[in-house]
């Protein structure tokens, strides 16, 4: 009898481990598609920031009120008109020859 039982505790044992190998197939294979089908989606991203950068240009320096087309940032004092100063939160600075004024608070 004990015999008997240990024959089946055997098989019972056994069918498992046979089945582990095909898991472990069968989610590598769902691994590989979820890179595939993700590659796709992350092209799509880059997409909007681009839009958004090509929106600014030199139109965005001046604004118009009434007849007369005023400009947002100040000129350098050193380039003269026609270089405008870049806006930080501190101060303006000047692309072109690194003038630096910073701003009154
Ligand atoms: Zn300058």
Do not use: S, W
């Not at 044992?13 to 590659?39: G, R």
């Not at 799509?44 to 947002?72: D, F, N, S, W």
């Not at 003269?80 to 630096?100: K, L, P, Q, S, V």
């Amino acid at each position: 009898m004990p015999t008997k039982k240990d024959k089946a505790k055997e098989e019972v044992a056994a069918a498992p481990k046979k089945e582990e190998p095909k898991k472990a197939v069968a989610t590598e294979e769902k691994v590989e598609e979820k890179k595939v089908e993700a590659k796709p989606a992350k092209v799509e991203k880059p997409k909007a920031e681009k839009k958004k950068k090509q929106e600014k240009g030199a139109h965005a320096l001046y604004k118009i009120e009434g007849e007369k087309a005023t400009r947002v940032r100040p000129t350098c004092e050193r380039c003269g008109i026609g270089y405008f100063m870049a806006d930080h939160h501190n101060r303006f600075t000047c692309g072109h020859c690194g003038f630096t004024r910073y701003k009154a608070h």
